[in-house]
C-alpha cells in the first residue's frame, strides 16, 4: 500500500520560512513524479511545484512562488522537501504531497492541471502566513 506522509508547515510572519516533507513508501523502489499542491479558503487547487525522483534532479516549480521555494530530494529519508522562503500571506493555504508512478506528471506539470491525474495523496499541512 503506498502511503505518503507530511511533516511540517504551521505558522510564520511574512518574509519568514517553514520547510514541508513528505515521505513516500515507494520511494526508493522507484522512479516517481512527487508534487506539492496547495489550496486556500475559497480557492482551487494550485500547483506549486514537482520533482521526478531519482532524475539528477528534474524539478518543476510554479511561476507563482519561484525564487521563493525550492524542491528537493532528501534520498537518505526517502523524501520530498519544499523548502518555503520569503512567504507572504497569500501562501497561506493547506498543502497537500501528492505521488504517481507516471513521469508525464512531471512533464507536464506546469502547462496541465494535473492534480486530478495523481493517484496518491497525503493528509494536508496548514501554512498560516501573517502579515
Known amino acids: 500500500q503506498v502511503q505518503l506522509v507530511q511533516s511540517g508547515g504551521g505558522s510564520a510572519q511574512a518574509g519568514g520560512s517553514l520547510k514541508l516533507s513528505c515521505a513516500a513508501s515507494?520511494?526508493?523502489?522507484?522512479?516517481?513524479?512527487m508534487a506539492w499542491f496547495r489550496q486556500g479558503a475559497g480557492k482551487e487547487r494550485e500547483r506549486v511545484a514537482a520533482?521526478?525522483?531519482?532524475?539528477?534532479?528534474?524539478?518543476y516549480v510554479s511561476d507563482s512562488v519561484k525564487g521563493r521555494f525550492t524542491i528537493s530530494q532528501d534520498d537518505a529519508e526517502n523524501t520530498v522537501i519544499l523548502q518555503m522562503n520569503s512567504l507572504e500571506p497569500e501562501d497561506t493555504a493547506i498543502y497537500y504531497c501528492?505521488?504517481?508512478?507516471?513521469?508525464?506528471?512531471?512533464?507536464?506539470?506546469?502547462?496541465?492541471?494535473?492534480?486530478?491525474?495523481?493517484?496518491?495523496w497525503g493528509q494536508g499541512t496548514q501554512v498560516t502566513v501573517s502579515p
Open positions: 501528492a505521488a504517481d508512478y507516471d513521469k508525464r506528471l512531471c512533464l507536464v506539470f506546469l502547462q496541465s492541471d494535473v492534480h486530478s491525474n495523481f493517484r496518491y
Open positions: 515507494m520511494y526508493t523502489t522507484s522512479s516517481i513524479c
Open positions: 520533482v521526478y525522483t531519482n532524475s539528477g534532479g528534474s524539478s
